[in-house]
């Protein structure tokens, strides 16, 4: 059993940030804690930006746990067309679900929320602002405070908390979370947006500060591609 990734309370989870920061493993992780303590739960796959490393890639497994997926009409096919589920209207309307939505990477994938953003805002809504240092554009504050201002334009939404999840996948060391999260406070402090969590897996987390590991959450990698495993020069010893 993993953590769940952000603050319980909210009936609706929206994960935002730049290209790769993941967005979708965090969206991943709390569909399927949300639904492994009791909720019903839909996760809707906004990503209409980037047909890689998407929600809607874990369809399968997602709904042999009971998770509603809602996923752009083309998704995971071979037409390249931009275009939004008439369902997604629905979790609006199905106020016993927890929802969990999974937007696409920087000001353009996050414009797609600016269509639901009045819906949003009259709900129990968690916005959360992914960052990893690790990233191209990402390991600097006015990088992301640049960003974290287009997103917030685009999608019309305010985010409630900073998520730190700096990583370089099965290379990440505690170095990497510590020297980034100086950084990502200042992110926060220039924003007034608090840092809720530092995500991670458990191989590292008794080596980390206390400041740090006092909002650790650990996850699963639902994303880990499967050359990973199946190529020995990939494969963890």
């Known amino acids: 059993m993993t953590d769940i990734p952000v603050p319980i309370e909210p009936r609706v989870h929206v994960f935002i940030g730049g290209y790769g920061c993941g ?8 569909a399927f804690a ?4 009791g909720h019903p739960v839909a996760l809707v796959d906004l990503d209409i930006v980037n047909p890689y490393f998407r929600s809607a890639e ?10 509603r997926v809602i996923a752009p009409v083309f998704a995971l096919t071979s037409v390249d067309v931009p275009a939004l589920s008439a369902q997604i209207q629905s979790v609006f309307d199905r106020t016993d679900e927890r929802v969990v939505f999974d ?3 920087d000001d353009a994938g996050a414009a797609a929320l600016g269509r639901y953003a009045a819906l949003l805002r009259r709900e129990n809504t968690g916005v959360w602002y992914v960052i990893n240092a690790r990233r191209p554009m990402s390991g600097d504050a006015e990088s992301n405070l640049d960003r974290l201002s287009r997103i917030t334009a685009r999608s019309r939404l305010q985010p409630d908390g900073i998520i730190h ?3 370089l996948g099965d290379q990440t060391s505690v170095r990497d979370l510590i020297d980034s999260h100086a950084m990502i406070e200042r992110v926060s402090q220039e924003s007034g947006i608090p840092v809720v969590a530092a995500i991670g897996q458990r191989s590292i987390a008794a080596e980390l ?5 006092a909002i650790y959450r650990m996850i699963h ?3 880990r591609p499967e050359f990973f495993d199946e190529d020995p020069a990939y494969a963890r010893s």
């Open 23 to 30: 967005k979708t493993e965090l969206s991943l992780n709390t």
């Open 34 to 37: 949300l639904r492994a303590i």
């Open 58 to 67: 874990r369809c399968e497994s997602l709904e042999a746990q009971g998770i």
């Open 103 to 105: 937007a696409g990477g």
């Open 165 to 167: 999840n700096t990583n």
């Open 209 to 213: 500060p206390g400041n740090i590991r």
């Open 221 to 223: 990698r639902y994303m």
